[in-house]
Structures are given as C-alpha cells and as structure tokens.
C-alpha cells in the first residue's frame, strides 16, 4: 500500500471516527468556485475541481514533424492528425456506500464543443479499480482535445443500471504555458 493510500485511509478512519463523515459530504456539496459542484452518483459524488489546458507542440517541433495549423487556431497540430491540445481535468470520487464500487479514471468522458463526439481519455495516475466503502480517489486525467475547441462539457459515466450518464459541471479552464511534448523527438 502506497503512503498516499494509507494516509487517505487512516485520514478517512479519524474523519469517520470523529463524526466528521457529514461534515465531509456537505464540504464536498457545498458550493465553491463554479464548476467545482458535487454531482450525486449511485455510490457518493464526483466532481471536476480544475482544468487546465495546454499546447501539444511548439511551432519548432510542429514544423520538424511535419505538422499543420488548424484554421482559426494558434496550436501545431500533430502530421498524424491527432488533436494538437492537451486538456487535463482533477476528478475527485466518494464513496459514501456501505460497499466497494469499481472506480475509473476511463468513465469521465470530454465533449468539445468544435465536434459532435465524446473524447476519451489519454491516461491517468489512477489505475481503474476498487474504490473502498468510504473511500476518495482523486484522478488527473488527461485527454488530447481539438485545437479550436472554445468551450467542453464533461459526463461522468455512473455505470448503475439504468443510470444516464451525469454531466459534470466544469471550472474554468486555465490556459498552461508551455509545451506537453516540448522534448518529443
């Protein structure tokens, strides 16, 4: 077990064990900055608490792979036609349930507004797995995302049985400077 889990699971047992379990669950519901609402799930609660976005290439390493810009965008778009920014999204979880429920970076899902489909996620520093009775997970999600998108909307996919998917409200996106892949060979 990592120090980062054993610390969340014996911060959980103080919290619970001091009748702090309510006063977790209205922090995590009340309301803050926009778009860091709770959103109620079949488990607990899931919410986006930032965004940031960044350039994938420089305009030098944009030219030396052959890459292109899109119209109306200021970002080098990879030759191999992927999505030339790179957004990356915090999700925190709670399971408020009295089991464990399977938990994973992959059912959180971005809808640029410049296309009509939902993008999947690139990676995580959260492996899917269980998620404890009473546990957090927290996520940073990262998804590549088309250079002249102006606005996404993000759905959590709650897997309960007839559940929809949930839209989940964002924060403001906050631009990052710099370059995801500036030592890309």
């Not at 080098?76 to 992927?82: A, C, E, H, L």
């Not at 970076?105 to 999947?120: A, E, F, H, N």
């Amino acid at each position: 077990m990592s120090r980062r889990r054993f610390s969340l699971v014996m911060g959980s047992a103080v919290v619970v064990g001091a009748g702090g379990l309510s006063a977790m669950a209205v922090g995590l519901s009340a309301s803050g900055p926009p778009g860091t609402t709770s959103i109620p799930t079949s488990f607990g609660q899931v919410r986006v608490t930032s965004a940031q976005r960044q350039s994938r290439l420089s305009g030098e390493a944009g030219a030396a792979h052959g890459g292109h810009r899109m119209a109306g965008s200021s970002s080098p778009q990879p030759v191999n036609m992927t999505y030339g920014d790179h957004l990356v999204l915090r999700v925190d979880a709670v399971n408020e349930s009295d089991d464990d429920v399977l938990f994973s970076p992959g059912q959180i899902r971005v809808r640029p507004d410049s296309q009509p489909w939902l993008v999947v996620n690139r990676g995580s520093d959260l492996p899917a797995g269980a998620l404890p009775a009473g546990g957090r997970a927290s996520a940073s999600i990262s998804f590549l995302v088309p250079s002249d998108a102006a606005r996404f909307s993000v759905q959590f996919d709650d897997m309960a049985p007839g559940s929809p998917p949930l839209d989940l409200p964002l924060p403001a996106v906050a631009w990052r400077p710099g370059y995801l892949e500036a030592d890309h060979a």
